[in-house]
């Protein structure tokens, strides 16, 4: 994998401009902050990512990759204010279980999920090298 970042262009934070990769793509379905059994746990923003991000870990594994493989990742929230109030958690939280961040992200305040308690959803393209 390798992040591009065009000449001239400041370095992002919390992301890469775009990411080159090669080998078998895994695709995971948006993740939202409850557990493996379809239960909430929390109402709380930042609690809720750290589940979602546990569950796009789980999925991966269960496909033979790892965050390390992850090349994109949409972040769907429904309060910009509140997801960015949280971000020092948020931030620990995908350090502690994605580590780098060196995906092409994005990330969408929409207006509710389909989850009435979902406050996060995040789909994710990984690549694992061939």
Excluded: C
């Excluded at 000449?7 to 993740?31: D, L, Q």
């Excluded at 092409?104 to 990984?126: F, G, S, Y």
């Amino acid at each position: 994998m390798q992040t591009l970042l065009p000449p001239g262009w400041p370095r992002p934070r919390g992301y890469a401009n775009g990411v080159s990769a090669r080998g078998r793509m895994i695709f995971v379905a948006g993740m939202i902050g409850w557990d493996a059994q379809g239960v909430f746990h929390t109402d709380d923003m930042a609690e809720q990512v750290r589940q979602a991000l546990q569950n796009v870990v789980e999925v991966l594994a269960a496909g033979g990759g790892k965050p390390e493989h992850i090349v994109r990742m949409t972040w769907y929230v429904t309060n910009k204010q509140e997801y960015v109030a949280a971000y020092p958690e948020i931030g620990q939280a995908f350090r502690e279980l994605i580590g780098s961040f060196n995906a092409a992200m994005t990330a969408v305040e929409v207006n509710a999920l389909v989850e009435d308690r979902a406050k996060v959803e995040i789909e994710v393209t990984a690549v694992v090298p061939d």
